[in-house]
Every structure is written in C-alpha cells, then in structure tokens.
C-alpha cells in the first residue's frame, strides 16, 4: 500500500535538492483542503520556493515554475518566491488559499510569516469577488449544460458562491474550509430545505468516486441561480491596490 505523506515528502526533498531552492511553505490544494475529497480524489501538493540571492541577480528571465505531476493520484508542483510576490500583488485567489491551507506539509516558520504578511497587504475584495464568481458561474454552466451533474460539479459552485457572500458581507479571506463557509451562510439563514439538501450531497461525495453523478437537484439549482443572480447584479467593487515599495521591501527580508 502506497505511503503518500512519506512520497511528497522524499518529492519534496528531491526538489530541494536538484533545483537548489528552499520550499517555504508546501501545502495541499483543492477537495482535500477543502473538506470534500472522494476516497479516490488525488493529491494537489502546492508550493512557494525561494532561489538563493545571486539567483535573482539576472538580466534575463529565467523559469519561475516547478511542475512534477507525478502519476494520477500525486500532483505536485510550485512558484517562485517572485512570482508569487506578483501574484499577491493582484490579490490572487488560488495564492491567498496557499496561505492558509489547512493541510500543510512543510514550512520555513519564519519565511512563513512573511508570506502571511503579503497576503495581508495584497488582500482586496473586488478581485478575490470577480476571481470566486467566475469560478462559481464556470462550475454552475457545467451543471446547466446537462440532466445530470458531477457531484463535485455542485460542490464547485457552491464554494466559490460562498466565497463570494463571505467577501461581500465580511470583507476578508474566506475560508479554505467548505465546512465553516456553509456554517457562516447558513447561521443567519432559515432556509433549512438548502441546508438539508447539502448536507445529504456532502455525505454522498465523501463516499463515492470522482466521477460519480446525479440527477440535478432543483433545490441546489435554484438557491444557486439565486445567488448567481446577486452577484451579477451587484455594484461594481473598487478598491486600492497594495503599494509596490511595500511588496518590494517585504521581498528582500527573505534574504
């Protein structure tokens, strides 16, 4: 029986190793941050790494991903330190969720806090809100499109639907947790029929394969063609964008 923690570690450290750079902070993404993996689900190991100093020290653009999809069920792959300052500095999704994973895998604690700390001063609701709604309209087209829907479909909406009224009701990170986003909208809801209608999803999910489907659900469909309907219509979102010496100076204390 395959041993997947010890895998990623000895990936991890073969990284390490054959491109000379420290991994910051690895962790895992997707279904099993989230609360909702299969027992078939894979294994979406990600990462932020940093070169040595003099690395950095070129003229000329150098490669600023490691990818090492390993079979079908590891995943592992990740961003240079730069890159990933850029991407904070756009407020990106899928880097803020990096950040607070709750599965982590390997840490540099003090780099670490660093990174915490870009995320803090990058975060921005307006491009978090239009990174969740397209994600959540992509996932909910996918179900329209048939009778029959993933199980994980569902869950692919729902999530960034959620993510969105977190965003526009509290105005911080979301959670990576589905479970405490459900907790958040349904403790002020009395629509008890949705609620219902998700949990018995969740328990579906957590016992069936990937692939798995069902019939389209008229209460999940309307409660998300509700939602959908919101945030579409919604006011435009503004907001400040973070200031670029900050990002920069917070890039060098890595070194």
Sequence with gaps: ??????????????IEKTRDVEIIHAIESGSRAW?????DSDYDVRFVYAHKRDWYLSVFAKKDVIERP??????????????????????NGALLEWIQSPIVYRQVPEKYELLKEL????????????????????????IQETGEAKLKTYL????????????????TMPPVEFFKL????????????????????????GNAKESETMPRSPVLDANLEKMLDQFENYPPLVDKGPDSQ???QLFRKFF
């Design 35 to 39: 609360g909702f993996a299969s027992p």
């Design 246 to 248: 900050d990002i920069e």
């Design 70 to 91: 390993c079979d079908e069920v590891l995943d592992i792959s990740g961003w240079d330190l730069k890159k990933a300052c850029g991407l904070f500095k756009k407020s």
């Design 156 to 171: 692919y909406a729902l999530r960034p639907a959620f993510c969105c009224d977190w965003l526009l009701k509290r105005r």
């Design 182 to 205: 459900a907790e958040f909208i349904f403790q002020a809801s009395e629509n008890n029929e949705f609620e219902q209608e998700l949990h018995v999803l969740l328990n579906r999910k």
């Design 119 to 142: 995320a803090n001063c990058c975060f921005r609701v307006a491009p978090l809100f239009f990174h969740y709604r397209a994600m959540f309209k992509s996932s909910f087209m996918k």
């Design 1 to 14: 029986m395959r041993n997947i923690q010890a895998e990623i570690q000895e990936e991890l450290d073969r």
